[in-house]
């Protein structure tokens, strides 16, 4: 691999890079992603192949013949097994077992007689986008790459559907940016050797959920134990969240085992009734080897920090940007005790639970069995009997379901969650804001996308914990940008493909249960964490923190709705806006409904403030 250039930063971050296929046209095509500190490598021909930035202990390369690999992220994989699976190498559909064997999170790129393929992860922590470039096909693993080597805006239509609250499947998974293109999570594209052509190829499927909980637990065990270890086993320090939830304990009790120094993080909530602190300190007496840091509740960023200062280059609007000061608030400092990762329980909710959604169908395969379950969830989340039995009769396939729902963009907010929990998902809402302008955008592309639509699986349990899990990821990565920046890069294990396949394979009926608080995780982590450290049933709510940061921040949202950029593209009523933030606590506001709002605002004002040349490829997007 030729004109591979050291970095010049620490450990492992925010990886980002364009690929090309192997055609004289590729040079002028990546003569747009050359900056100073871009790193190449290049093909066989000496024509480039990657070019990004990434630091030397996050990729692993292997060439073979006609056959080049690279996978870039954490990966359990080292260059000599790469090298072998290259040398056996007939064609590329054979990388999909390869990409379903490997532990980690990483993109996987590889070329094979003159063609190209490029995958993310099953979870769409790592995506994949692509553009013409140049008269060219060009991958990337950030649409804002592609954006800028086309000088593209953001399309406006893409944008008022993420002001949908929620954004439904598949909505959430297209680029914002005209003339880029984005791949589902599921797929791998495949590039012609010229250039020209470009075609999909799905290489991942949710596995049946037909283990039992005794058999799924080691399972789930052991890929979450591999997890931890593809980011402990370099050793150094690393440090992790220990919040005082089962998630996160299970994460700095896997990573207290490797060797590793572990410093473990507790930021306690403002709430008096919130006991994460207590059971956080229970945890670290089982830790005696593990730094253990407090942090004081009072001095934490509140919800809705520091919008205004956001100057990240994203390449989408993320709610993330909520919760970003908080997020990134310690990482600086334990950079300074000598942490070159941060691991976060972040994505336990996603995995070891699972949708209520799947009694739909249990209701007529079991149908007293689930009846029993259902009585328990009525009581546990105070459903109403006649909005159950509704959600319970509703068959509805899922591009009517969708098609549905534009007659309810308008609607007040459901009274109880119990549609969303035993249906497709909770049916998306604009608020008195959003303009007839966004309506009739978000109605079009609503209408269009349910003509072609599919769920994530016909199971609408499945398909609810697939999309859960995705529309996680698409904060996480964002999260993961920011953090590397801030000086410390962030991860989170049960992210993983193989920690997400290893949970979604247990049987739904023994992973959510209205009688029992994560039994699939509780079991798994039997003889890792103590047992009293397994007995906790519930979670602490940050809603305190919410509303305390809404009521301190009404300035900076009052700011932020002055010379809106939303509202000169037409898209919200700049007026409603700043009455809403002159009274922070209207009714409604706690429930989250303005953070799409805030999202996007944020999102367009940050890359007004930045400066488009390079893009992330300059020093701007450390990684």
């Not at 009072?298 to 200062?309: K, N, P, Q, R, T």
């Not at 932020?560 to 009455?579: F, I, K, M, Q």
């Not at 409604?588 to 940050?606: F, H, K, N, P, Q």
Request: proline share 6%; aromatic share 6%; glycine share 8%.
């Amino acid at each position: 691999m030729s004109d591979m250039h050291e970095s010049a930063e620490p450990g492992r971050g925010d990886a980002h890079f364009a690929v090309f296929p192997d055609c004289e046209e590729a040079a002028a095509a990546a003569r747009f992603f050359r900056h100073p500190g871009t790193h190449v490598l290049a093909h066989a021909s000496g024509r480039p192949w990657l070019i990004g930035r990434w630091s030397g202990t996050e990729i692993v390369t292997a060439r073979a013949g006609g056959t080049a690999l690279a996978a870039v992220g954490w990966c359990a994989a080292d260059r000599q097994q790469l090298e072998r699976r290259a040398a056996r190498m007939r064609d590329l559909t054979e990388l999909d077992v390869l990409a379903r064997s490997l532990a980690g999170s990483f993109h996987l790129v590889a070329t094979h007689d003159g063609q190209l393929r490029v995958q993310g992860t099953a979870s769409g922590l790592r995506l994949v986008f692509h553009a013409r470039v140049g008269g060219i096909h060009v991958a990337a693993t950030s649409a804002d790459l592609l954006a800028t080597a086309l000088g593209s805006k953001p399309d406006t239509g893409r944008l008022a559907t993420r002001l949908l609250w929620p954004v439904p499947h598949p909505l959430y998974e297209t680029s914002v940016w005209q003339g880029v293109e984005a791949l589902s999570p599921e797929e791998a594209l495949i590039v012609s050797a010229d250039g020209q052509r470009v075609r999909r190829s799905r290489w991942w499927r949710p596995p049946e959920p037909t283990r039992t909980l005794a058999r799924g637990a080691p399972a789930v065990r052991a890929a979450l134990a591999e997890a931890v270890d593809v980011r402990t086993r370099p050793g150094g320090v690393v440090s992790c969240d220990l919040s005082g939830g089962l998630d996160s304990t299970s994460v700095c009790f896997l990573a207290a085992r490797s060797t590793a120094s572990v410093v473990a993080a507790t930021w306690p909530g403002r709430d008096p009734a919130d006991t994460d602190l207590a059971w956080a300190r229970q945890a670290a007496e089982h830790l005696p080897k593990v730094d253990h840091v407090v942090w004081d509740a009072d001095a934490s960023a509140l919800v809705y920090s520091d919008l205004l200062g956001i100057d990240d280059l994203l390449d989408e609007p993320t709610i993330g940007v909520m919760d970003r000061s908080r997020v990134l608030q310690h990482l600086p400092w334990l950079a300074g005790r000598g942490s070159r990762v941060h691991l976060t329980g972040i994505g336990g909710d996603h995995v070891a639970w699972c949708s209520e959604a799947y009694y739909h169908r249990l209701l007529r395969t079991r149908p007293l069995f689930a009846l029993r379950q259902l009585r328990g969830f009525c009581a546990l989340w105070t459903w109403p009997l006649g909005a159950t039995a509704r959600a319970l009769a509703d068959s509805r396939a899922y591009p009517a379901w969708l098609a549905d729902s534009v007659r309810h963009l308008r609607a007040p907010m459901p009274e109880s969650s119990v549609t969303g929990s035993l249906g497709w998902g909770m049916s998306p809402r604009l608020f008195p804001w959003m303009t007839t302008e966004t309506e009739r955008l978000a109605r079009r592309a609503l209408l269009d996308s349910a003509a072609r639509a599919e769920p994530l699986h016909t199971d609408r349990g499945l398909h609810t914990d697939l999309e859960l899990i995705r529309t996680c990821t698409r904060i996480i990565r964002q999260w993961e940008r920011m953090a590397t920046r801030a000086g410390l890069p962030m991860a989170s294990p049960y992210l993983d493909d193989r920690v997400i396949e290893a949970c979604l394979a247990v049987r739904p009926d023994e992973r959510v249960t209205p009688w029992q608080y994560k039994p699939l995780l509780t079991e798994a982590m039997r003889g890792v964490v103590p047992e009293e450290c397994l007995r906790r049933a519930n979670k602490a709510e940050a809603s305190m923190d919410a509303s305390d940061g809404l009521r301190r921040h009404r300035g900076d949202l009052m700011t932020l709705w002055t010379d809106s950029r939303l509202e000169s593209l037409g898209l919200v009523d700049g007026a409603e806006l700043r009455r809403l933030a002159q009274r922070p606590s209207a009714p409604g506001l706690r429930d989250a409904i303005l953070y799409s709002t805030i999202a996007c605002e944020v999102w367009l004002r940050s890359h007004d403030q930045a400066p488009r040349t390079g893009s992330r490829m300059t020093d701007r997007g450390v990684g």
